[in-house]
């Protein structure tokens, strides 16, 4: 049986586009404010998301290292409802920051 698609797309291609919005704090930060997190099942389709760190897969990941943290931090409760506190969203959002220019002033 051949992959089904959507609206064009693969579901892995699906999933991938939507895993990598999650290394995106500000997007993190909409999705709690639009109460997405309070639903089971969205925060169960997060947890089955985390195929993405199997080796077979972060390899298609443009950013691994804040997309799989970010994933990584959803599995919690208490990450789900501080990601609504600015704060914690602005040191997410340096972190990434960081994490993308280091080495950058080495070449």
């Known amino acids: 049986m051949a992959d089904a698609h959507y609206g064009g797309y ?5 999933e991938l586009e939507f895993v990598q919005c ?3 704090p500000l997007y993190l930060n909409e999705l709690a404010t639009k109460k997405h997190f309070d639903d089971p099942q969205f925060v169960e389709y997060l947890k089955y998301l985390q195929y993405f760190a199997e080796p077979k897969y972060i390899r298609y990941l443009s950013y691994p ?3 799989l943290r970010a994933l990584e931090l959803l599995q919690q409760e208490r990450f789900r409802k501080d990601i609504l506190i600015p704060g914690t969203m602005e040191r997410m ?3 990434g920051y960081q994490a993308s220019t280091a080495g950058l002033g080495e070449r």
Do not use: Q
């Open 22 to 24: 999650l290394s995106n």
């Open 10 to 14: 693969t579901r892995f291609e699906l």
């Open 93 to 95: 959002a340096e972190e």
């Open 65 to 67: 290292g804040p997309t």
